[in-house]
């Protein structure tokens, strides 16, 4: 079992004990394939806003999910939803109007060279049609990724996701390299990072294989959040685009403002994405997602075989997400993601000062990482006092989870119309937390 | 090129020929991944009951889109949908009523052994979880399917769908069989059939790999509508079965009630699956699929990864499915494919009577395939005589497609809520474009 694995496993309800009511309920539907959250999980009826209530009545302010980014429940996108719904649903063999015109102000957002946008259902496909994009567009095979990544679901985007081994190894044409942290670096994140990427290219090539995709997150969520210092990843991505290879920007995570400094994460590093693909806020919860690319890129991939997705690309999501950019454009959310962003890290790094298990606290706009170490010893991430922290924050009403290497890094991603009070409230529960679980 | 791509592309728009307005904009924006239907494509503003609306006026009869099969915008789909997304869209990592109950809904429906259900965004995602369900469960690599077979998008799922090819070969753990036709063996369909997949599992035992799955769609919907006689498939899966090896019932397409005499395609041969897979009309367009399991056979995957879907298995599709399935009891939609579905049948048999080009009109319930041939030489099928058929019938007034090794048979799949008028509709609308296009 890989660590990142084990850890999270740690947080989550344990299937194999059983269960009792609504929770026996859904370990008989889902079985192994139950991912339910808390060891107590809890059962949900409403959200709207940063806030969802629970069967119980207790209302938990939201620093968990990433997908309602625009705030749960938002009347705009409900109201795009229902009212296009209503009235036609269809697939992308006919031309609708509302499907071009999203596709259009989603291209307003992207890089002008990755002018074909292909729609599908999720991140896990998008991350699928891109890897294969990847290799007909530069003749190899190998991927390199980093080494608690996580890019969705399916057959191939599986063998590229470390973070989702239980057991097993690695495929050949698939190389890691580790996050890009200090402790991994030094002072250098940006050499040393690149030259992992080029030793992992040079492994790729002994192989054989050659490099199709460096694909990576641009914030590196489930390696534990590395924003810093914007343009580290440079050099890397050039030495990749220099051999021949694509970089895919998988902004499935950072994506759509949540960085605040910029609409996509790796617009923060002054790169240009052979690929970029994005999910999950895309449509704020309803699904959809999508992969932009080159044209001729597309075309290589495309003389191989048909790309067809019957649910990508229809009217309902094409409303949702015309909704979702409306929505950001208008109450100012990648600027709100920056300001609370900052206030929120500003409070946390002052808690941070008085909390010996707070090793370091980082991140760019509302998704910030918050290192968490045994007390006294900050070298030394500690997993257990992560799990204390998390149940801490559960039972003062607030959502998180963790992520990274060592499962001791707290995902700090509220939804982008987070306000100061809501921060204020995370800081003062956090404090709490790591006062009462020493 | 395969054949039936080839043929899919004789009736697509060619989009290596450019376009103007509505057309342009969208080869624009998707690129070589644009898959317009019609030489001259359609753009639609709404749709209701089995009728479209185009932009300029003009009404369709659908006879091609099997998504909204309770009904195109039915309106308590529209209405659960409406609902749901106004008060919390989440994920299964909390417990929320509605989608234990759905699970349970769907689970009425289904083989009792088949006790886990994972719900995924499309049948592309439920067709690779199941591969590597049937993978892990059975310790086998090798997957057979027919020769013209549809089983979705992503990496792996692709490699097991030979119509999707455009060039290239399949890899070595895919081996094919013929679809179940009078043409391929005779009139013992099932003792051939099962003989076929007999030698499709010694030539994967011969290159080490052994049989992992048999995945079939149980009315071979891209192979041209194969359903009779009721039962002919039971040999062949019980080989399969025999040999260790799992039967997989890709439902996306005749499940759901399509066929009439059963809520599953399976159901009509008598068999039991041991994995099923469902998708597009699932939630009438609301993009949701998944895949049915038994425990041990789950667990066996979730020992070697985790498998979570962000958007499967939502509060929204949960509420869209049991809306779907309550429309389908209420208004007796799988008896009403069964007797429009044979009326239907029978005034197209009227019609082959006296037209040379159509070879055979075959089916169950509301999917029905009809064979086009060369005027005077009904054993050579005629793509282009189902060109012509395709577009006569879209200046009648009615949407319809093509499927088949050849591209020469007609895919007749309107939605389940179809009525006797519009069913004669459709059959004056053939029997004139028999006419006119000799």
Redesign the interface.
């Known amino acids: 079992m890989s660590k990142v694995?084990q850890i999270?496993d740690m947080n989550a309800f344990d299937a194999t004990q059983g269960g009792t009511g609504?929770?026996a309920?859904?370990l008989?539907?889902?079985?192994?394939?139950?991912?339910?959250?808390y060891r107590e999980?809890?059962?949900?009826?409403?959200?709207k806003g940063a806030w969802?209530v629970a069967r119980d009545g207790t209302r938990y302010l939201d620093f968990y999910?990433n997908?309602?980014s625009v705030g749960?429940?938002h009347?705009a996108?409900?109201e795009a939803?229902?009212r296009q719904?209503?009235?036609?649903?269809?697939?992308?063999?006919?031309?609708?109007?509302v499907v071009?015109a999203y596709?259009?102000a989603l291209?307003d957002k992207l890089p002008a060279a990755l002018?074909?946008?292909?729609m599908?259902?999720?991140?896990?496909?998008a991350n699928?049609?891109a890897?294969?994009v990847a290799r007909a567009a530069s003749g190899a095979q190998g991927i390199i990724v980093t080494e608690t990544a996580y890019h969705g679901?399916?057959?191939?985007v599986?063998e590229a996701s470390p973070s989702?081994?239980?057991?097993?190894t690695l495929p050949p044409h698939v190389v890691t390299v580790p996050a890009p942290s200090r402790a991994a670096f030094g002072e250098d994140i940006a050499g040393g990072f690149r030259a992992a990427v080029e030793a992992a290219m040079a492994e790729l090539q002994g192989r054989g294989l050659g490099t199709a995709a460096f694909l990576a997150d641009s914030i590196f969520s489930s390696d534990g959040i590395f924003a810093d210092p914007a343009g580290f990843l440079r050099p890397a991505v050039e030495a990749v685009q220099a051999a021949g290879g694509l970089y895919i920007a998988d902004e499935v995570q950072p994506g759509f403002g949540r960085t605040g400094d910029a609409f996509w994460g790796f617009a923060r590093h002054g790169i240009a994405p052979d690929i970029v693909t994005m999910?999950?806020p895309m449509g704020n919860?309803?699904?959809?997602a999508g992969m932009a690319a080159r044209?001729d890129h597309?075309?290589a991939?495309?003389?191989?075989?048909?790309?067809?997705?019957?649910?990508g690309?229809?009217p309902?999501?094409a409303a949702a997400g015309l909704a979702v950019l409306q929505v950001i454009a208008e109450e100012g959310l990648q600027e709100n993601a920056r300001t609370v962003g900052a206030h929120l890290r500003a409070g946390l790094e002052a808690v941070a000062a008085d909390a010996p298990q707070v090793a370091a606290v980082r991140g760019a706009g509302l998704f910030t990482g918050v290192d968490l170490c045994s007390p006294d010893t900050p070298d030394i991430p500690d997993a257990a006092v992560t799990v204390r922290i998390i149940d801490a924050m559960r039972d003062a009403g607030v959502l998180i989870g963790a992520a990274g290497r060592y499962g001791a890094t707290l995902k700090v991603r509220p939804p982008l119309c987070l306000n100061r009070d809501e921060a204020d409230r995370f800081i003062n529960a956090f404090a709490n937390a790591t006062r009462t679980t020493l």
């Open positions: 694995r999270l609504a929770v309920r859904r008989a539907n889902l079985g192994a394939a139950s991912v339910l959250f999980p809890i059962e949900m009826v409403s959200a969802m999910n997908v309602p749960h429940s009347p996108v409900v939803v229902s719904i209503a009235v036609l649903n269809t697939n992308t063999r006919y031309i609708v109007e071009d596709l259009e291209k002018s074909n946008v292909v599908t259902c999720s991140g896990s496909e699928d049609l890897l294969r679901n399916t057959a191939l599986t989702a081994l239980r057991r097993g999910g999950k919860g309803f699904p959809m044209p597309l075309a991939f495309c003389e191989d075989v048909g790309y067809f997705n019957t649910f690309g229809n309902v999501a």
